[in-house]
């Protein structure tokens, strides 16, 4: 049995997954112990010749999962992990490739840290830059300044989402509420205590309530740097539909489900109420302006 599954959700990544996977097999402690890792795609519905070219390039060296259609993120890592048993699960997105030693270095930190349920690696954009990979929890007052200018004005930053991370430079481990999951390692026994993700989250967001739920039943979340990734960001969208749009349905699922309805009406209320402020504010500096200059 491998030490470590890794899982690559593919949807029409014909001309990029060869890059992902290629960083696996080629890792050193994959190269030495071949048993180390298994590599499992689980793939959405590819119309692209995505598993032919899979079945060409690697044959048996990887199994690949067929859903049959495009069930989104969650639920086709649902699948692969459904089919897998090594101890620990690494999720790498088909636009992600992984650096040397970034699986030992993960499976490590984790085997030495029996309390952590979840680990992110260090990513790095394309060029070159440390992509922002970890978070906070949302708290009322965090996402409504998060969601709105007023977080980035002084007097409000230190309380918006996000704001004790703010100016990290994301060197050294460190505890962390949540960290994405473009290339995250999840512990089986975790999974198996929780559950996996949650299939309602189609989506983004999904990492995020995996990591809520592990906090609740005990679980800790690290930032592990001694593993790095490389990550296009945003590959799954290629145009085909507002990652915007995608976005805020998965936060209004998230906020419902953990913060319930009335919460997630009191802020999107709070959101619109400041429009009108804006609104009324302009009004009346119009009036004042008009009335000023009509005294004149």
């Known amino acids: 049995m491998p030490l470590v599954d890794v899982v690559v959700v593919c949807w029409n990544d014909r001309d990029r997954i060869a890059t992902a996977i290629d960083s696996v097999f080629g890792l050193a402690e994959v190269r030495s112990q071949p048993e180390f890792a298994s590599v499992i795609v689980s793939d959405n519905g590819s119309s692209d010749g995505s598993r032919e070219f899979l079945a060409e390039r ?8 067929e859903n049959g259609a495009n069930l989104g993120f969650a639920a086709a890592c649902n699948r692969a992990i459904a089919v897998t048993s090594a101890p620990f699960v690494y999720l790498l997105n088909p636009d992600a490739e992984l650096r040397e030693g970034a699986l030992a270095a993960i499976v490590a930190f984790m085997q030495a840290h029996p309390a952590c349920g979840i680990a992110g690696s260090r990513i790095y954009n394309r060029d070159g830059t440390i992509a922002e990979s970890v978070g906070e929890f949302d708290t009322w007052l965090g996402a409504f300044l998060r969601s709105s200018a007023w977080g980035d004005w002084p007097a409000f930053r230190q309380f918006a989402n996000g704001a004790a991370l703010r100016g990290w430079n994301y060197e050294g481990e460190r505890r962390v509420d949540l960290a994405i ?5 999840l512990r ?3 999974l198996d205590a929780i559950g996996t993700f949650d299939e309602r989250f ?3 967001h999904e990492e995020v309530d995996l990591a809520k739920r592990a906090a609740a ?7 592990v740097p001694q593993s790095e990734a490389v990550h296009e960001g ?4 290629r145009g085909l539909y507002s990652v915007e749009s ?16 009335f919460w997630y009406a009191a802020l999107v209320t709070a959101l619109i109420g ?8 302009l009004g009346a500096a119009v009036v004042a302006a008009r009335f000023a200059l009509g005294r004149r």
């Open 217 to 223: 039943a005990g679980w800790e979340t690290w930032y």
């Open 58 to 65: 690697y044959g048996e060296r990887l199994r690949v999962v």
């Open 181 to 185: 999951g473009a290339a995250l390692c």
């Open 274 to 281: 400041r429009y009108v402020l804006y609104a009324v504010t």
């Open 202 to 204: 189609f989506l983004y």
């Open 234 to 237: 945003m590959g799954s969208a």
């Open 246 to 261: 995608r976005k805020q349905r998965s936060r209004r699922a998230y906020w419902l489900k953990h913060h319930g309805p």
């Open 188 to 190: 089986r026994s975790m």
